[in-house]
């Protein structure tokens, strides 16, 4: 059910213009009026070097254009000094609710501690510090949800995928992400459970590629020249997987398998083309930024959600076959518009019949940040209301009705092309 026709008073602020700060740009240096009675939201990212932020971007800018919401995309180069100024000068901008990538896990607390006294909702995506919940009540329900896919299964899932195809084998190297935060952390330990799978691959190198190519392209050539012989190398996200391509290609190691996550087109054009490019996670930027926008602007307009509704898992997709990789790219970038319905995903404009479309599921504190070895602190307790939601049975019951909610998922055709022929929450 389309439910585009759906608005509200904010809503009504149709067509209000797409403010763009990037780079420490400011809104009116951009040259681009906004539209004074419509709220702002402001897209927060590390880097524009990385291809899935630019897929994050526009979903999150299409939404908000939707909703009649003016957007303002900050990008703050990796650095948590700029990250926190941008949200404190926030308010004063006009800013009302952000979505924010916590550059590493301890900075989580500080970024919406701040957004809260500048009375600004906030969404967290990828990197949180540990027991740091959206439901703490020092942030006076002005964090709206920490979001991210399941890192742990995802890197599993691709990583297998990608042994597999080398008949569990040989060996092996893994570029990983950036230190100290919650996203590296948790697909390293998904790499290394895959790994323990399959007694004989041997993993014979292990470096930081940053998260992107440019990073990425000295520690691959040196790796590559200490390791001639290998059979696989799997990385942190594409960005990575695109630069080890790039070097494979140039030393004619046509056989090397690669596996990334993000599905950006560039690693899905290779896929696609036979090259070293075996398998990859869709987490299906576009989605995902124009969800926290959806969010951030039910929580803006006072939509309750439960406590065990603030912290998610999205649902994946591991692409791994040519064929898959085609599809991917016919129902998401070849798509104009774009495949989502934003007003749908809105329970202040759809009401019961919200779709989120991409199902969401809930987390149990105790195994996010057990299964990464970080216990609470002494004397911690978690807020009363997810405390409560979690003893009664949440995380299955909530799981239950969100995929009851992911009615119009336009991605079936994909699922049913990989070699798992299901998605990571089982959906075909």
């Not at 952390?185 to 004989?200: K, T």
């Not at 307009?301 to 064929?323: H, P, V």
Request: charged share 20%.
């Amino acid at each position: 059910m389309n439910k585009s026709h759906i608005r509200t008073p904010i809503a009504l602020a149709a067509g209000a213009a797409l403010v763009i700060s990037i780079a420490g740009c400011s809104a009116d240096e951009s040259g681009t009026t906004a539209d004074p009675e419509a709220p702002t939201v402001m897209i927060q990212v590390p880097s524009l070097d990385n291809s899935y932020w630019a897929d994050v971007i526009k979903g999150a800018e299409a939404a908000a254009e939707e909703l009649g919401l003016n957007s303002d995309v900050q990008v703050y180069g990796d650095s948590i000094d700029t990250q926190l100024s941008q949200i404190q000068q926030a308010g004063s901008k006009g800013i009302d609710m952000a979505m924010v990538f916590a550059q590493d896990q301890a900075s989580s607390p500080t970024l919406i501690q701040a957004a809260t006294a500048e009375g600004i909702f906030v969404t967290n995506v990828f990197s949180n510090q540990p027991w740091s919940t959206p439901s703490e009540p020092e942030y006076d329900d002005h964090y709206a949800g920490y979001f991210l896919p399941d890192n742990v299964q995802d890197s599993y899932n691709m990583a297998t995928s990608v042994l597999e195809q080398i008949d569990g084998e040989g060996e092996v190297l893994h570029i990983t992400g950036t230190p100290g935060n919650t996203t590296s952390e948790e697909r390293q330990l998904g790499v290394d459970q895959a790994l323990e799978e399959f007694p004989d691959v041997e993993l014979v190198g292990r470096e930081s590629g940053g998260e992107s190519r440019v990073g990425t392209q000295p520690v691959i050539e040196d790796l590559l020249t200490a390791h001639p012989d290998i059979k696989a190398v799997i990385c942190h996200n594409d960005d990575s997987a695109i630069a080890v391509i790039n070097a494979l290609r140039e030393r004619g190691m046509d056989d090397v398998k690669v596996g990334g996550i993000d599905a950006i087109e560039e690693f899905l054009d290779d896929m696609s083309a036979g090259g070293n490019a075996a398998a990859t996670v869709a987490i299906h930027g576009s989605w995902f930024g124009g969800y926290n926008v959806a969010r951030l602007y039910d929580a803006f307009e006072g939509e309750e959600y439960s406590a065990a509704e603030t912290m998610m898992f999205q649902d994946s997709l591991t692409i791994d076959t040519a064929d898959a990789s085609d599809e991917y790219q016919s129902v998401v970038y070849d798509a104009d518009p774009l495949p989502w319905d934003w007003t749908a995903m809105s329970r202040a404009l759809s009401g019961d019949d919200w779709d989120t479309q991409i199902p969401l599921q809930p987390i149990d504190p105790d195994d996010y940040w057990g299964r990464i070895d970080a216990p609470a602190p002494d004397g911690y307790e978690l807020p009363e209301s997810l405390a409560t939601d979690l003893a009664d049975g949440a995380v299955d019951s909530v799981l239950s009705t969100y995929l009851e909610h992911a009615t119009a998922n336009p991605l079936g055709s994909v699922i049913e092309l990989t070699r798992a022929g299901q998605s990571s929450l089982g959906q075909k």
